[in-house]
């Protein structure tokens, strides 16, 4: 045997944890997880043998719950809720467990607060009892087909969100929750590998009581470098809403990723090709019990093109640069929980789709940045160029219309007239643009409306700038404008875009810092919007 198939069959993150735990059991063959479209694959550097399970023990410890009496067990072995909670083991000291952190300890909170430790407890306590000849044994069989193991499971929602009540049965019976009808459907060695892969390779926050459990979902990756991801993954300080947390864990396990490939002597790959992207669930706090709400499968984009280490240190400061966007938006304001509900949206394997969002998701930021500081919000701060016109050239279209010399022009244009107007207010300059309100949103409302009417508005927004630009040059003042040329080529991309996307790609860009090293922006104006 030199791999093990865990086939897909729940469409969830239990496939998932099965993998994830068949490979921890099998960590000295020092393993690769690699997904098909039916299956897992843990794929072993040689060919297993008895011996390789000598060390194989359940792989987590017993949960002693409160006011609950300590079974015979190994100090070592036993976990208590209420310090786990804090963050720390009080019934093991440090040196025995020094893999463990306060984010492992999290994991035994949340399998408390599930009330899903039944079935782990239930394993460790049948381990404790038996030879470790039969123990090995068992798991050998089991590795080769046998459908028989050590113990009985039930099944929990947790490791499997298919035994949720209602997704079980298809007319729940009742609410009786000693029903135990879909417990008939389990595999007990797969469900032990679940919990393993559980404690392995996934990770979850509470929000306002509800558990959000992440897992990332390996595409071709060793089983080292899984397990090193996700563990500082867990250590990932995340809050706010399900939208907010969401968008910044993605972004943080890509950054990880990156970080990952930066550190080994491997050919550098996209961050898919390494984790495809994080299964979502969403239990809702009940008040007696957690139940299952919500399954989402997230995508990490496959416009994160990566070969080189240079192009690793431009994405780390790129995604930094988003998520310092996101975590300044505040959630609790509609406006802006709308945005990160939009950036969301960015998460999908497709990649046209994906950069169509991200583009929709600019514009509307640089919308609400424009508004906030002129209300003297200044705490958004805006995109750089140079760090979105790689994403958006990612789309053959947008990365044709980036080159545009009428774009460029007219972006910049908008830009100083907007944000940079402001940006230059708030910096004592008395010699700055007029600064006009309502100019990104009457761009964006034309070019939903149709072509014709996003050359309008744009033609008469041109008409002000330039005429602003002689009345400064008589003052003395060097000011940029816009040639009939400019105006005629980005005519001409009108002509070839869709105009709701020529009206977004015009204000995304104007709402973004300028860059030196952009190509072809052909603007000298002096103000320069400030980063916040």
């Not at 719950?65 to 976990?79: C, F, G, M, Q, Y």
């Not at 460790?124 to 009892?129: D, L, Q, V």
């Not at 496959?302 to 975590?327: G, K, M, N, P």
């Not at 810092?513 to 980063?531: K, N």
Request: aromatic content about 8%; overall charge positive.
């Amino acid at each position: 045997m030199d791999r093990y198939t865990v086939f897909k069959q729940t469409g969830t993150h239990a496939d998932v944890l099965a993998a994830i735990g068949a490979a921890d059991v099998l960590r000295s063959l020092e393993p690769r997880i690699v997904e098909f479209d039916d299956r897992f694959e843990v794929q072993l550097r040689r060919r297993l043998l008895p011996s390789d399970l000598d060390a194989v023990d359940p792989g987590y410890s017993y949960l002693l719950r409160p006011n609950k009496t300590a079974p015979r067990l190994p100090p070592e072995r036993i976990v208590q809720t209420h310090a786990a909670v804090a963050g720390r083991n009080a019934a093991t000291p440090d040196a025995v467990m020094p893999r463990a952190t306060a984010a492992d300890h999290r994991m035994y909170s949340i399998l408390g607060r599930m009330k899903a430790h039944g079935g782990p407890n239930q394993l460790i306590s049948r381990f404790a009892k038996m030879r470790r000849e039969a123990w090995e044994a068992k798991i050998w069989e089991c590795l080769h087909g046998s459908p028989d193991f050590v113990f009985r499971s039930p099944l929990v929602q947790l490791f499997n969100p298919h035994s949720a009540k209602g997704y079980a049965l298809l007319k729940p019976s009742g609410t009786n929750r000693n029903d135990k009808t879909k417990d008939r459907w389990a595999q007990p060695f797969i469900e032990w590998l679940r919990f393993r892969g559980y404690f392995e390779g996934s990770s979850g926050w509470f929000a306002s009581g509800d558990l959000r459990l992440f897992c990332p979902i390996p595409a071709d990756i060793r089983y080292e470098q899984f397990i090193a991801a996700v563990a500082a993954f867990r250590d990932l300080r995340l809050g706010g809403t399900a939208a907010k947390m969401d968008c910044r864990a993605i972004l943080g396990l890509t950054r990880l990723l990156i970080g990952l490939m930066m550190g080994v002597a491997e050919t550098y790959r996209p961050p898919n090709q390494w984790v495809r992207g994080v299964w979502v669930t969403h239990y809702k706090d009940m008040g007696q019990a957690h139940t299952l709400m919500a399954m989402e499968h997230l995508a990490i984009p496959d416009w994160l093109d990566l070969r080189t280490s240079q192009q690793a240190q431009w994405w780390l400061q790129t995604l930094d640069e988003h998520d310092v966007v996101l975590r300044r938006l505040t959630d609790s304001h509609s406006d802006e929980l709308a945005l990160l509900k939009q950036y969301r949206r960015i998460f999908q394997e497709r990649r046209r789709e994906s950069i169509a969002e991200f583009l929709e998701f600019l514009s509307g930021y640089g919308m609400l940045l424009f508004r906030r500081r002129a209300a003297d919000h200044w705490v958004l701060p805006q995109f750089t160029l140079h760090g979105v016109t790689p994403i958006l050239s990612g789309d053959p279209d947008l990365g044709t219309a980036i080159g545009n010399p009428g774009l460029l022009a007219i972006a910049a244009a908008v830009r100083s007239s907007t944000v940079g107007a402001q940006a230059a207010r708030r910096n004592g300059k008395p010699e700055h643009r007029e600064i006009r309100y309502g100019l990104f949103s009457s761009i964006l409302r034309a070019g939903l409306l149709g072509r014709g009417e996003l050359l309008e508005a744009v033609s008469t927004f041109v008409s002000g700038f330039n005429r602003e630009a002689f009345r400064r040059r008589a003052k003395g003042l060097p000011s940029a404008h816009i040639r009939e040329g400019e105006m005629e080529a980005f005519a001409g991309l009108v002509g070839r875009l869709p105009s709701k996307v020529a009206g977004s790609l015009l204000c995304g860009l104007a709402s973004c810092v300028r860059a030196d090293s952009l190509p072809v922006e052909v603007v000298s104006e002096p103000v320069q919007a400030v980063c916040v």
